[in-house]
């Protein structure tokens, strides 16, 4: 919580605006909001946050960092009052500036997105494109991305890139295609971002796992080796070295990349792809092993207890066997028979 208040509140100070004696009264309260944010002290934030306001209640420095806090916070309502004033604001002022208004949509779109009003944040989208066509394009897509509608988010990042050349929209675009199955194009897409930013490690560390899928092993063992020179570490990085290396026959290279990147960051995902590995080179107990952490931190899941089920039988414990196949059913019924929200 500190970190984002924080950054809201050093935007705020970067802001130009005019040096009026309730700017700096206001700005000292979103500094006393940050104080309470330390202390989880979430009512003395959001109580400071509208003093702030309403010393200043004209000043977008002012108004939109408080609209974020609040955003941040979970209050959206109190968010959305902010921001549509902020474009109130902005609309009065002659000199408009297509960007501000299209930054300021983008912002309402994100708060109703948060708040589960998709179609108002499709419409403030909409809006922002009008004004801005790249900002608002590359907005929509972010959030497409995070909807899983990778199919409209390739249509929004292709937008954009009529507008600018980015590595980073290049880079995204690969990864919505990359989703999709679309493998090749995706690799054209992180090859431009490189071309456009050699330095952008998650371009090659993508486009390494695109080419594993193509099954082109030294091609990605030679990307994610850059893009761990770029960024030693990123723990995911090494599970794709590790899983290219494997695919290579280099079972100690692998090993040794899937505990660097344990050590790194504790994560399950890398437990799961290492047993598969160990039981396929007939390490079955440290197979088990892994999928036992697995299964500890993914209690719910029925796919972990076949895969260990399936090892299990395949050990000759035929009773261990039997009960983690059994609860792999009985999970996958519950799921089927929970229901599922309507978005």
């Not at 939109?64 to 968010?79: E, Q, S, V, Y």
């Not at 390739?154 to 980015?166: F, G, I, R, T």
């Not at 972990?304 to 090892?311: C, F, I, Q």
Request: net charge positive; proline share 3%.
């Amino acid at each position: 919580m500190p970190s984002c208040f924080l950054y809201l509140t050093t935007a705020a100070q970067a802001a130009k605006s005019p040096p009026k004696p309730q700017s700096g009264e206001a700005m000292q309260c979103l500094l006393r909001a940050i104080e309470c944010g330390k202390k989880d002290d979430k009512a003395g934030v959001e109580e400071e946050c509208n003093r702030a306001v309403i010393k200043d209640p004209n000043n977008l420095a002012i108004l939109m960092p408080a609209a974020k806090i609040f955003a941040f916070l979970g209050n959206h309502k109190r968010a959305l009052e902010l921001i549509d004033r902020s474009i109130l604001l902005t609309k009065a002022n002659k000199a408009i500036k297509a960007r501000l208004m299209a930054e300021l949509y983008i912002d309402r779109g994100n708060v109703n997105h948060q708040a589960g009003l998709n179609q108002a944040s499709i419409e403030d989208y909409k809006t922002a494109i009008d004004y801005d066509p790249f900002v608002g394009h590359r907005a929509r897509a972010n959030v497409r991305m995070q909807l899983g509608n990778y199919k409209g988010a390739v249509e929004d990042y292709s937008e954009a890139l009529k507008y600018k050349e980015d590595d980073e929209l290049y880079r995204e675009r690969g990864t919505a295609r990359y989703t999709q199955r679309e493998v090749d194009l995706a690799v054209q897409d992180f090859s431009k971002a490189l071309q456009l930013n050699p330095k952008n490690a998650a371009a090659y560390a993508r486009r390494g796992d695109a080419l594993a899928r193509l099954k082109d092993f030294k091609g990605a063992l030679s990307d994610f080796n850059q893009a761990i020179k770029l960024e030693p570490d990123n723990a995911i990085t090494y599970v794709g070295r590790a899983i290219a290396k494997a695919e290579m026959n280099d079972r100690e290279g692998a090993l040794k990349d899937f505990e660097q990147s344990l050590k790194l960051e504790e994560n399950s995902s890398v437990y799961l792809c290492r047993s598969e590995y160990l039981a396929k080179w007939g390490d079955g107990a440290a197979a088990l092993a892994d999928l036992d952490k697995v299964v500890k931190d993914r209690p719910e899941q029925s796919s972990v207890y076949g895969e260990r089920g399936k090892l299990k039988l395949k050990m000759g414990d035929f009773l261990g066997a039997q009960a983690d196949l059994a609860k792999s059913v009985q999970l996958q019924i519950q799921d089927k028979l929970t229901p599922k929200p309507n978005y």
